[in-house]
């Protein structure tokens, strides 16, 4: 069996899953595959998909199954993904769940799937206070993990923004959202001894730092 490396992000909204994932890209070798990033990039682009996106995001709801999991499915046979990938917001309710591990049995499925865990008062600090650059996609917080020029992407110089979504009346759906639809992915994780709990209100190093252990024990273990 040709064996690929897995690992599936959980977390409310806000729970520092596009923070995390981009670390560990960097760290694993693995592309980090954000749903929530690839509908942002194609509703930069004004594509049909963007569009189409833009009108469920607006409002706190997921974008229909079968074109998200059409989605995902096309970025998992990219190059960049013969040795697997870091998913960060998906799947997000038991359909998409039972495709991804359609798509990844040929590859002996999924490794592990971390649960980062914050309040929901925690998460509403987060999402309102977080900046993104336009150019790079670079994640920030005002407060807790600013930039060094007000404004400013480290990176690149690029502008920071604030996601249409993060309004507080949006955040509220995205929340009520994740705990209908997305939640019983707990459930049946920890059925399938996959889960694997972190304390997600620590540091972002201290987050990662214990992510790494998890990912790298999971792999030892095989
Ligand atoms: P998506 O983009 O996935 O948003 P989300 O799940 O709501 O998650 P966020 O990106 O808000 O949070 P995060 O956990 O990545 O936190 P972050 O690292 O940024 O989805 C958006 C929308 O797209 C959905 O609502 C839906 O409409 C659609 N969609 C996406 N996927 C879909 C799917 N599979 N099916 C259907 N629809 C889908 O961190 C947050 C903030 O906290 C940042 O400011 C960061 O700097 C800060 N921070 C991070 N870690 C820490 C820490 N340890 N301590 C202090 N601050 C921290
Ligand atoms: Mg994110
Ligand atoms: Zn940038």
């Not at 899953?17 to 693995?30: D, F, I, S, V, Y």
């Not at 954000?34 to 833009?54: P, Q």
């Not at 409002?59 to 998200?68: A, F, H, M, S």
Request: charged letters at 25%.
């Amino acid at each position: 069996m040709n064996k690929r490396t897995f690992f599936v992000l959980l977390g409310v909204p806000g729970a520092g899953k596009g923070t995390q994932a981009k670390l560990l890209q960097e760290r694993l070798g693995l592309p980090q595959i954000s749903t929530g990033d690839i509908f942002r990039y194609n509703l930069k682009n004004l594509t049909e998909l963007g569009l189409l996106a833009k009108s469920f995001m607006d409002k706190g709801e997921l974008v229909p199954d079968e074109v998200t999991i059409r989605m995902v499915e096309d970025r998992l046979g990219q190059d960049d993904a013969a040795g697997g990938a870091i998913l960060d917001g998906f799947p997000r309710n038991l359909i998409q769940a039972d495709a991804l591990d359609e798509m990844t049995a040929d590859y002996g499925g999924i490794s592990l799937v971390p649960l980062i865990q914050i309040s929901d008062d925690e998460a509403m600090r987060r999402i309102t206070g977080r900046r993104v650059c336009r150019t790079c996609g670079a994640v920030y917080h005002i407060e807790f993990n600013p930039s060094a020029k007000e404004g400013r992407c480290d990176l690149d110089g690029g502008e920071l923004y604030q996601r249409d979504d993060d309004k507080p009346e949006t955040v509220s759906n995205r929340l009520y959202v994740y705990y209908k639809h997305t939640s019983p992915l707990i459930g049946y994780y920890f059925a399938h001894r996959l889960l694997a709990e972190i304390d997600g209100t620590q540091g972002i190093e201290r987050v990662q730092a214990e992510l790494m252990s998890l990912l790298v024990e999971s792999e030892n273990a095989e």
